[in-house]
């Protein structure tokens, strides 16, 4: 409902004495919002679309050329005296009316004037696709005629029966994602290979082409027309796009949320397409390529398309979910009008939420949008300057120019200039610097609480890994797993009957030697050097048949707790030498063995360590604490554990060529903190968690510019 406050307008008399109307082109249709009536009114030259309340298309179908601007105006104000548009209102709609070439005068057209306001259009439109470099589009042909005709082929699966073919396809692939999920993980770790980049984009290309298709059947088959198609510059990646905008004109939520969600259903059944060929197939092209797309699928919907924080598909179908038309921009223009109202003191500032709920939705909705789009694109941002370090630097440079130099300018422009802030203007001066200088102020001087994490695993002080030092079949466990046992106590027995017959080989060798020399004595033979060297090799060798008969009996080193979970597994299973058996560990001291990366040595070496706790995973609410730590000399290449490394699900990046993921990828620092086994829960070897190092307060923007620095020093070398 329009306040009183926004009834009249300074501006009225520049529209009130016109007579004009709508072109014959325009198209209303009805649509229900919120238990609401709208009418939406279509520019089909354009495919624009606006929302109207009932009051205002009242207003817009009473225009002729036959009254005057104020005399209609009037009249809907007698007719809806509540809800009736205000002047400043109905400037506003007839300004992006004009704009959009929709309102025809009582003057033959002035074609000069049409042709500036297409020209106008087109650079804003420039200005708009510059803003936004990481997402350029370039329209290039009208696809509706293809469309039309390929219709009755392609329409019959967009029905119900085509949803159950969907539903079969998607679970029968889903499963075997699920069967083949280690196989998929350890292949997406080389996406990004060079070699494997021309099949990624490729794999691209082709998913996001069926992606738009599925958006233009759809809305053809509800009946709206696709009279554009072009390319996206996503990120600099050329990839398909069409404009589906039509489907905002249908009165059915369903079939505007089936439009908005078609290219998600196209790419995830074509994902479960190329799951069953990758499954199929072995290494090669085609195998490599299915792949390729099921990962794009997947990451693109997940991130971009069905994540409604991002103007994809996912924002259009919350867009009609909540009933809220255009949230992006009605968000923004909410938490604008909260800042002119509690800021400024403009009450005369008004709201485009029309419910207490809605205005909730927007302030939610915009703050969180704006955090993820800085989020993500800063990422986008580093994962090319990886790959492409010009082009990485240009597109900062850019979003430098579109997020901060271009709005600090447009912010400027309104305090000085704006005619809302006319009797306000020293106020909104007084209180944006004071809060500027408030805000860095608080980054600059004000010390908050620091602290960083480390990732790392729980050890005794006193452990052994327990292996076989001679290959023989598990016959017998002989000390109960979950049992303390003595240093030299026999915890498991092998068999090796081959290792028997060697044995009694070598004695048999051993006693032909020494009869041999018996004789050569016996015989007065000169020279018994050969005979003797073959009795000490013969000999050495019984020994070492002796030792690795003894080790069948694998034997503790020292006192502890037995643990093998599945030692009785192998029973009757040939082991080979070296074969880890299980743990003997010491319970009466334990140390927490972590990790710390080189983006965070500044923070180890160059600033004091105050206190440091311990949370073990699955037992976040349990603080450890520790008592004396210290920092292992030199940077490390080997982890202490392979659950530690990206291939046993940790944080710290390995090497490829490394088997047991025990390799970092880059050299990182070990802290080994004790940790007090009284009064704590029961300590497990080798479990992992995090420890976190307290350190003294500081502010908030030097911290920033050196993890900044630091970033930069190590991905790029500046």
Not at 91 to 100: C, E
Not at 108 to 134: H, I, T, V
């Amino acid at each position: 409902m329009t306040g009183a406050s926004s009834t009249f307008s300074e501006s009225w008399y520049r529209v009130a004495n016109q007579r004009l109307c709508l072109r014959s082109s325009a198209r209303f249709r009805r649509q229900n919002y919120r238990g609401e009536r709208w009418f939406v009114v279509e520019n089909p030259l354009t495919n624009e679309f606006f929302r109207l309340t009932p009051a205002a298309y009242f207003f817009l179908a009473r225009l002729d050329l036959n009254h005057t601007v104020d005399q209609v105006w009037r009249q809907c104000l007698e007719e809806f005296p509540e809800d009736a548009p205000g002047q400043e209102e109905t400037l506003r709609l007839l300004a992006q009316l004009y704009f959009a070439n929709l309102l025809q005068y009582d003057t033959a057209s002035n074609s000069g004037e049409l042709f500036e306001r297409y020209r106008e259009r087109k650079q804003r439109e420039w200005r708009a696709r510059l803003l936004n470099l990481m997402f350029m589009r370039f329209p290039l042909l009208d696809p509706d005629r293809f469309l039309v005709r390929t219709l009755p082929v392609v329409g019959p699966l967009i029905s119900g029966l085509g949803a159950v073919l969907w539903l079969a396809v998607v679970g029968a692939g889903l499963k075997v994602a699920i069967d083949h999920w280690a196989s998929l993980k350890q292949q997406s770790q080389a996406v990004l290979a060079p070699g494997n980049l021309p099949l990624l984009y490729l794999g691209l290309v082709l998913i996001k082409s069926l992606h738009e298709f599925g958006h233009a059947y759809f809305t053809r088959k509800f009946g709206g027309e696709v009279h554009v198609m072009g390319v996206l510059l996503m990120i600099f990646t050329p990839v398909p796009y069409v404009d589906a905008t039509a489907a905002w004109s249908f009165r059915s939520r369903s079939r505007r949320l089936l439009v908005g969600g078609a290219g998600m259903i196209v790419e995830v059944f074509f994902a479960a397409v190329a799951v069953f060929i990758w499954a199929g197939t072995g290494q090669g092209t085609v195998h490599s390529l299915a792949y390729n797309i099921i990962f794009v699928a997947s990451v693109s919907t997940l991130i971009f398309n069905a994540n409604p924080l991002l103007r994809f598909d996912g924002y259009y179908m919350l867009c009609d979910l909540l009933e809220i038309p255009n949230l992006s921009q009605r968000a923004n223009a909410h938490l604008r009008r909260l800042c002119e109202r509690s800021l400024f003191g403009l009450k005369k500032s008004e709201s485009p939420a029309h419910t207490r709920g809605e205005a909730v939705w927007l302030v939610v909705y915009g703050i969180t949008s704006g955090i993820y789009r800085v989020i993500v694109f800063a990422g986008v941002l580093l994962v090319v300057a990886d790959h492409f370090f010009l082009i990485g630097i240009l597109m900062a440079l850019v979003c430098f120019v579109s997020w901060i130099t271009v709005p600090v300018g447009r912010y400027i422009y309104y305090l000085a200039a704006s005619p809302n802030l006319e009797r306000q203007r020293p106020r909104a001066i007084a209180v944006s610097v004071l809060l500027a200088g408030g805000v860095l102020s608080l980054l600059q001087f004000v010390p908050f609480p620091s602290h960083f994490r480390a990732p790392g695993l729980i050890q005794a002080q006193e452990w052994t890994q327990v292996i076989n030092e001679s290959p023989g079949f598990v016959a017998e466990v002989m000390a109960d797993p979950g049992n303390p046992v003595d240093a030299g106590q026999p915890l498991v027995r092998l068999e090796n009957t081959e290792l028997e017959l060697e044995l009694k080989l070598a004695r048999a060798t051993q006693e032909e030697v020494e009869a041999r020399i018996q004789a050569a004595l016996a015989n007065s033979v000169p020279n018994l050097q050969p005979l003797l060297r073959l009795l000490e090799s013969a000999t050495n060798r019984v020994a070492k048949l002796l030792e690795d008969r003894a080790a069948l009996v694998v034997r503790a080193r020292h006192h502890g707790l037995w643990v093998a979970p599945e030692v009785r597994e192998s029973l009757g299973r040939w082991e080979p030498r070296g074969t880890p058996l299980g743990l003997v560990v010491n319970p009466a001291a334990f140390h927490f063995v972590a990790t710390v990366r080189q983006t965070d040595a500044d923070r180890l070496f160059a600033r004091q360590l105050r206190s440091a706790q311990v949370r073990l995973s699955g037992q976040a609410g349990e603080v450890m604490r520790t008592q004396n730590w210290k920092i292992v000399p030199g940077g490390q290449q080997v982890l202490p554990s392979p659950a530690l490394g990206w291939h046993g699900g940790g944080e710290m990046p390995v090497t490829q060529d490394d088997p047991n993921g025990v390799r970092s990828a880059e050299p990182f620092f070990e802290i080994r903190a004790d940790v007090s086994a009284a009064a704590q829960p029961r300590l497990l070897h080798g479990r992992g968690g995090k420890i976190r190092f307290e350190q003294p307060w500081e502010p908030l923007l030097p911290r920033w510019m050196r993890d900044l620095r630091q970033l930069l020093q190590k991905r790029y070398q500046l």
